[in-house]
């Protein structure tokens, strides 16, 4: 609706405009007709005081002659006003009674001889006032042509007084004078209607090509191709395109051949034939050919060429040309850079890859594709659909896909393949959205890696981030997160959970008496202990020294919990290899329920905390359930029992 209207005014303003050339150009013409009829102004005035001056009062008759010469002075000032006069449409409405004022007062001025005279109705100078007032009407007709108002502004004050007069007093040769005068005048008037129209048609059709042609030289003009029209081997038109390609003016270039501009001119001849027949056959003739511009410079040049009849070549050929110098260049450009693109590539362990608007995979080069197993097989396939790749989160499928589905850049998308287990390779991709020439999404292009060695390095950083040195635990932070989660599970599942702190009797003798070292093998062998008596869901972390902490989730009820407390301390109470020597150690366990005991981590790990004091004042080797009813010791106190000397066996 909105173009329409646009349309619609765009129309209105364009029909808006050539009425107002069609307006200036009418009045353009009635100043010429001005200036051409004031020598016959100038003539029938002189005539005039010569023919009546027998029968007319001398002094009304120089008086009518220097109102005359008065309205012939003023038609010339206002024919020269009418050259530099605004072409605007309310200045051509002005102009436009400006030049009827003039004819009103010079056609009253010969309307008014028929009154100047003392001459009878039957005498020769009534018989010659007649003829001459036709006469200068019937001129005046002509010259008023382009506009009804300066022709009526004149005929009405000229012809009026005469009818009027003969009417009054009818000439007794002639009655019916001024009813014969009337009709002259009504045939006056439909002779100047069709004056003015045939001139406006005219006037309106010239400009109406005018304008058509003048936009089909801005198009031409504003062309990024050149546009020849040729009869023979001669140009008649070109556009400025072809005049700056071969760096002439447009006006010295009609009419000249074109073989003239061509690096080789016999070119032209050796083609004329193929032309001639491929456009009088009908079909679109094209060839490449080098011009020499007036510098001497070369250029490439493709031209097309269509006949205007192809039954009758003589009419004439359209030929467009296009520049392929810049073309070409920047396709060489291109090629190098390609090439120095290949020759990076195969320095490199990267590998580069296109995508389709599918998001499947139409090219892949470069040395990394083996390592990334991204052959020939991966073509026609989505990245999603190649089963060797594996180590991506559901979060990060989702968010690569919604940055695909909006069309944006991804950057470093790691996954991982591997061929065996043992053998676990990373890569990372990046891409960039592709579009063709409309705009339209065409796929995506990037580049892919090897990040092996990154991967490993930044895992062995986050390991060492939550993971104990020592015995590879879980250490208090990663204990941290793993018991909040664990909380947050239950309480959304209704489920229980058992917090379990665990401390070793008899490890301080050990350090003491054995030394460090030994003792760090008795820890490494007492975390894996632990790790085989609980459940792979579970978690066992090492706080430090010899105190850990595990942590059930989903556990039925406190039996179970007991009965994995007591896995623990068996599992303890049996002989450590370190060394040449064994040791006997033994742990207290401590066991707080949630949400019996507790809902929320510093409260289940202070009351398993006391439980575990608990157990080591019974003697250690032992676990305790806490009891709600008993006071919790404090985290820290010195509730623990001494220490028992170290038993060793041989």
């Known amino acids: ?77 206002l024919v020269r006003a009418s050259a530099t006069w605004p072409q605007l449409g309310e200045s051509l409405r002005r102009l436009e009674w400006c030049f009827a004022a003039n004819a009103f007062f010079v056609g009253a001025l010969w309307g008014a001889l028929p009154l100047l005279g003392n001459d009878t109705p039957n005498s020769g100078a009534q018989t010659l006032v007649i003829m001459l007032l036709g006469i200068v009407a019937l ?54 209607e069709l004056f003015h129209l045939t001139l406006t048609s005219t006037v309106a059709q010239r400009l109406s090509s005018d304008t058509l042609a003048e936009e089909q030289r801005v198009i031409l003009d504003s062309a990024s191709e050149a546009i020849l029209f040729t009869r023979g081997e001669r140009l008649i038109k070109c556009n400025r395109r072809f005049a700056n390609m071969v760096g002439e003016s447009e006006d010295r270039l009609s009419g000249r051949p074109l073989w003239q501009w061509l690096a080789d001119p016999a070119e032209w001849h050796r083609n004329a034939d193929r032309a001639r027949n491929a456009l009088a056959s009908g079909l679109t003739f094209r060839t490449k050919i080098r011009l020499r511009r007036s510098s001497g410079e070369l250029l490439w040049v493709e031209f097309t060429a269509e006949a205007v009849d192809a039954e009758h070549l003589d009419k004439g050929v359209v030929w467009l040309g296009q520049d392929l110098t810049s073309r070409l260049r920047s396709e060489a450009t291109l090629h190098e850079s390609e090439a120095r693109y290949r020759q990076l590539i195969t320095l490199t362990s990267d590998w580069y890859w296109e995508w ?85 999404f065409a796929g995506y292009h990037g580049i892919g890696s090897e990040v092996t060695e990154q991967m490993r390095g930044s895992e062995q950083f986050r390991h060492l981030a939550y993971h104990d040195t020592l015995t590879g635990l879980p250490n208090r932070r990663l204990l941290d997160d793993r018991l909040h989660l664990a909380i947050a599970q239950a309480s959304r599942r209704d489920q229980r959970l058992a917090v379990m702190v665990i401390d070793l009797d008899n490890f301080k003798i050990i350090n003491d008496t054995a030394g460090h070292a030994i003792g760090d093998v008795v820890l490494v062998a007492v975390a894996r202990r632990l790790q085989g008596a609980i459940r792979a869901s579970d978690t066992v972390a090492r706080l430090g020294g010899d105190e850990f902490v595990a942590i059930l989730p989903d556990i039925e009820d406190v039996a179970a919990a007991r009965m994995v407390a007591e896995k623990i301390t068996e599992a303890l109470a049996q002989p450590i290899e370190a060394g040449d020597r064994q040791y006997l150690l033994g742990g207290s366990v401590g066991v707080a329920i949630y949400p019996d005991d507790g809902t929320n981590s510093r409260m289940l790990l202070a009351r398993a905390d006391g439980a575990m004091y608990e157990a080591k004042r019974q003697g250690g080797s032992r676990h305790v359930v806490h009891n709600a009813a008993a006071p919790t010791p404090r985290t820290g106190a010195s509730t623990r029992p001494a220490a028992r000397p170290a038993r060793t066996a041989n």
């Not at 007084?161 to 014969?180: E, K, R, S, V």
Request: proline share 6%; charged share 15%; net charge positive.
């Open 1 to 77: 609706m909105e173009a329409s209207l646009r349309q619609h005014r765009h129309k209105h303003a364009r029909a808006q405009d050539l009425a107002r050339r069609a307006h200036a150009e009418s009045l353009r013409l009635l100043a010429v007709n001005v200036r051409a009829g004031i020598l016959a102004l100038l003539a029938g005035t002189f005539g005039t005081l010569v023919w009546l001056w027998p029968a007319t009062d001398p002094l009304l008759l120089l008086a009518w002659g220097a109102a005359m010469i008065i309205g012939i002075f003023t038609s010339a000032r």
């Open 139 to 192: 001129g005046g007709t002509g010259i008023c042509a382009p506009s009804r108002l300066v022709f009526f502004a004149f005929i009405i004050p000229g012809i009026g007084p005469l009818i009027a007069t003969l009417a009054a007093d009818p000439p007794m040769a002639l009655p019916q004078a001024a009813i014969a005068t009337g009709v002259f005048a009504a045939m006056l008037g439909a002779l100047h």
């Open 356 to 440: 389709d608007d599918k998001l499947r995979f139409t090219h892949v080069s470069g040395p990394g594709l083996e390592r990334a197993q991204l052959g020939p097989a991966a073509y026609g396939r989505t990245l999603g659909a190649l089963h060797h790749i594996s180590g991506v989160s559901a979060e990060r499928w989702s968010a690569l896909q919604q940055q695909i589905e909006r069309h944006e850049p991804f950057r470093d998308f790691i996954w991982h393949g591997s061929q065996d287990a043992q053998d676990v390779r990373w890569f990372s991709m990046s891409g960039n959205p592709t579009f063709d020439t409309q705009g339209n």
